[in-house]
């Protein structure tokens, strides 16, 4: 455990929130904080929604009993008029962009919060697959996006809620993720406990936790933010950070029809940018209470490449269905809008293909 490093960050972080609280940017500090909530989660849960697509039965159990209490906290969060999520057109783009999400995947080494996470505990595939992420949503913004827009026109606006009201499309919402909890079939027997399992401190900071108690604490977060400011989402920060760079370099970028849609941000302005980070950070924080920081080390040149380039499709992908695997899925379900369901079919049938073909390309030795 390298305490006095992980309370350094979480002061740093506090430091920097208070800073911006003080400069007129609540927001970008609350998100700053929450982020480092999200990501100490993730890091002690291990919960990676890749992992739980391919086949791990117990983060898909965590992360479903999460929906299904996030759903139960945005719709008292819209119920009170605190907050509604945004109307996204969505269609046959959503789900071949979720499927290509899908598939870059286990190219990747996870998600894009899997690999955020993993970011901040020093993995060195992790650090490759989040530049490719960069790289991949500015070619996404600046290449694809002009195609997804004009698919825009051609989508669907429903929103349950407002066809057949609130409290429906949440028993809705509900019952389908239960249906799903059980199709899962019963839990398994816990293992045996060691006789000395180790101090309260010891399970919170170096034991990884339960799915479900990570799927609970991650959609408490959840509603936390979408009372206060917005639903989750990663990687429009990101997009926005790369076009940001570009442009310092070439003004011509922010008159793309990607910017002139999003609109484009200073990164320190930019409250989800803040969220990324502190999300980091947390994972960060997390690994090192833990001790499993592991320093960027075991850099493999041909897993480094995979991983790029599992990035790259992710970011390429979250511009065609407009979403990754947090603001496509989890917060699509949890805020009851019906593409989140579209972006979770895509989810499954391609991370099923993207790992039966890794699995064949190392077979074959050429992963």
Same mark, same amino acid.
């Given at each position: 455990?390298?305490?006095?490093?992980?309370?350094?960050?979480?002061?740093?972080?506090?430091?920097?929130? %208070?800073? !911006?609280?003080?400069?007129? =940017?609540? +927001?970008?500090? @609350? $998100?700053? &904080?929450?982020?480092?909530?999200?990501?100490?989660?993730?890091?002690?849960?291990?919960?990676?929604?890749?992992?739980?697509?391919?086949?791990?039965?117990?983060?898909?159990?965590?992360?479903?009993?999460?929906?299904?209490?996030?759903?139960?906290?945005?719709?008292?969060?819209?119920?009170?008029?605190?907050?509604?999520?945004?109307?996204?057109?969505?269609?046959?783009?959503?789900?071949?962009?979720?499927?290509?999400?899908?598939?870059?995947?286990?190219?990747?080494?996870?998600?894009?919060?899997?690999?955020?996470?993993?970011?901040?505990?020093?993995?060195?595939?992790?650090?490759?697959?989040?530049?490719?992420?960069?790289?991949?949503?500015?070619?996404?913004?600046?290449?694809?996006?002009?195609?997804?827009?004009?698919?825009?026109?051609?989508?669907?606006?429903?929103?349950?809620?407002?066809?057949?009201?609130? %409290?429906? !499309?949440?028993?809705?919402? =509900?019952? +389908?993720?239960? @249906? $799903?909890? &059980?199709?899962?079939?019963?839990?398994?027997?816990?293992?045996?406990?060691?006789?000395?399992?180790?101090?309260?401190?010891?399970?919170?900071?170096?034991?990884?936790?339960?799915?479900?108690?990570?799927?609970?604490?991650?959609?408490?977060?959840?509603?936390?933010?979408?009372?206060?400011?917005?639903?989750?989402?990663?990687?429009?920060?990101?997009?926005?950070?790369?076009?940001?760079?570009?442009?310092?370099?070439?003004?011509?970028?922010?008159?793309?029809?990607?910017?002139?849609?999003?609109?484009?941000?200073?990164?320190?302005?930019?409250?989800?940018?803040?969220?990324?980070?502190?999300?980091?950070?947390?994972?960060?924080?997390?690994?090192?209470?833990?001790?499993?920081?592991?320093?960027?080390?075991?850099?493999?040149?041909?897993?480094?490449?995979?991983?790029?380039?599992?990035?790259?499709?992710?970011?390429?992908?979250?511009?065609?269905?407009?979403?990754?695997?947090?603001?496509?899925?989890?917060?699509?379900?949890?805020?009851?809008?019906?593409?989140?369901?579209?972006?979770?079919?895509?989810?499954?049938?391609?991370?099923?293909?993207?790992?039966?073909?890794?699995?064949?390309?190392?077979?074959?030795?050429?992963?």
């Amino acid at each position: 455990m390298n305490l006095g490093a992980a309370a350094a960050v979480v002061a740093l972080t506090a430091v920097t929130a %208070g800073l !911006a609280w003080t400069q007129g =940017l609540q +927001a970008a500090a @609350v $998100l700053l &904080l929450l982020g480092l909530g999200y990501g100490f989660v993730l890091q002690r849960t291990r919960l990676c929604f890749a992992s739980a697509f391919y086949g791990n039965r117990e983060l898909l159990r965590g992360i479903l009993l999460g929906l299904a209490v996030a759903s139960a906290g945005s719709a008292l969060v819209m119920a009170l008029g605190w907050n509604r999520p945004p109307r996204i057109p969505f269609g046959l783009h959503t789900l071949v962009g979720s499927a290509l999400f899908g598939f870059s995947m286990p190219f990747a080494g996870g998600c894009m919060t899997g690999t955020l996470y993993r970011l901040g505990t020093g993995q060195s595939k992790s650090l490759a697959a989040f530049l490719g992420i960069l790289v991949g949503n500015g070619l996404g913004a600046a290449y694809t996006w002009p195609l997804t827009e004009r698919l825009l026109d051609q989508g669907w606006r429903i929103f349950l809620p407002d066809l057949i009201g609130l %409290g429906p !499309a949440t028993v809705l919402n =509900l019952a +389908a993720l239960s @249906v $799903l909890y &059980l199709r899962l079939g019963p839990r398994p027997s816990p293992v045996p406990s060691a006789a000395n399992p180790g101090t309260f401190l010891e399970r919170v900071f170096e034991h990884p936790w339960p799915a479900w108690v990570g799927g609970t604490a991650f959609a408490l977060l959840f509603v936390i933010q979408f009372a206060y400011h917005s639903a989750l989402g990663v990687q429009l920060p990101l997009a926005r950070f790369v076009l940001w760079a570009a442009g310092t370099v070439d003004p011509g970028v922010r008159d793309l029809p990607w910017a002139r849609y999003w609109g484009m941000r200073i990164p320190a302005l930019d409250p989800g940018f803040h969220l990324d980070v502190g999300l980091i950070l947390g994972a960060l924080t997390g690994a090192l209470l833990a001790g499993e920081f592991a320093g960027f080390r075991a850099w493999r040149m041909r897993e480094a490449l995979t991983g790029f380039l599992g990035g790259v499709g992710m970011g390429v992908a979250v511009w065609v269905a407009i979403g990754c695997n947090v603001s496509g899925f989890w917060s699509a379900v949890a805020t009851l809008r019906v593409d989140g369901w579209i972006y979770a079919l895509g989810l499954y049938l391609g991370a099923r293909a993207g790992l039966r073909a890794t699995t064949f390309l190392v077979g074959r030795r050429f992963l």
